[in-house]
């Protein structure tokens, strides 16, 4: 007897922003890899269903999960409450934090407290975005400029027309890897964040699948292997 057909297993359409590395990043063969998409992989094979990656806008994401266009969010999204009445969140798979960062020659930020009257460059729906937000609100920066994708909020900055950037602090540390002598992180990270993957409200089966499989790779130690093979960017 031959085994079951691949076809057999439901496959799941993956929303991905893939230019946010060392989580999600297209390869030079045109593929989506990091450690999102390896670690999600891992889970499907655990709990015998496909994925297929879609490269989209991180601000899109949530409406596309939400209209039926995706099934999985895949994305380094953080886990917050407002966004918890949107979606349904998997337990966390990883803990990270929003960190600042401005250009390589500039000395005058040193930190959060430095930003009176800046300009802050920030990723459009990011929680980097909605930390701007809340200090421009508190009066303290003065203009944000967004962007649908990080490498476009350090082009602001390299060019002068931002004065920081706000965004998750292993992403930002692997374009500075990529690129050294840009820009630089200043000051301590600004909070810590737990990032989880997104299934649609409601979706308990494969919320349950998702999360049974983070646990079997947890434990099989095949997701320290990952953790310490991220993808070169
Ligand atoms: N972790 C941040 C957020 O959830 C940024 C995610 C991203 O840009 N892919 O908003």
Request: charged share 25%; net charge negative; proline share 5%.
């Amino acid at each position: 007897e031959e085994s079951a057909p691949a076809g057999e297993m439901p496959t799941y359409i993956v929303g991905t922003e893939a230019q946010f590395p060392p989580f999600e990043i297209v390869d030079s063969k045109g593929n989506v890899v990091g450690f999102d998409v390896d670690l999600l992989n891992a889970i499907a094979e655990d709990q015998g269903f496909k994925v297929q990656y879609l490269d989209q806008d991180f601000a899109g994401l949530i409406p596309a999960l939400q209209t039926g266009n995706i099934d999985i969010i895949a994305s380094g999204m953080t886990i917050t409450e407002e966004r918890e009445g949107e979606v349904d969140f998997s337990e966390p798979y990883i803990t990270a934090g929003l960190a600042l960062a401005v250009p390589i020659n500039n000395e005058e930020i040193q930190s959060v407290d430095d930003l009176k009257g800046k300009t802050v460059a920030v990723q459009t729906g990011s929680t980097g975005f909605m930390k701007a937000e809340e200090l421009k609100e508190a009066g303290v920066i003065a203009k944000i400029k967004d962007f649908p994708h990080v490498n476009e909020a350090i082009e602001e900055l390299k060019i002068g027309g931002a004065d920081a950037m706000i965004n998750d602090l292993p992403v930002t540390e692997a374009f500075i890897a990529a690129q050294p002598g840009v820009i630089k992180i200043v000051g301590e990270p600004l909070n810590s964040e737990s990032y989880g993957f997104a299934v649609r409200t409601g979706n308990t089966e494969l919320l349950q699948k998702i999360n049974a499989g983070l646990e079997n790779v947890k434990a099989s130690g095949e997701y320290d292997e990952l953790l310490t093979n991220l993808p070169k960017y």
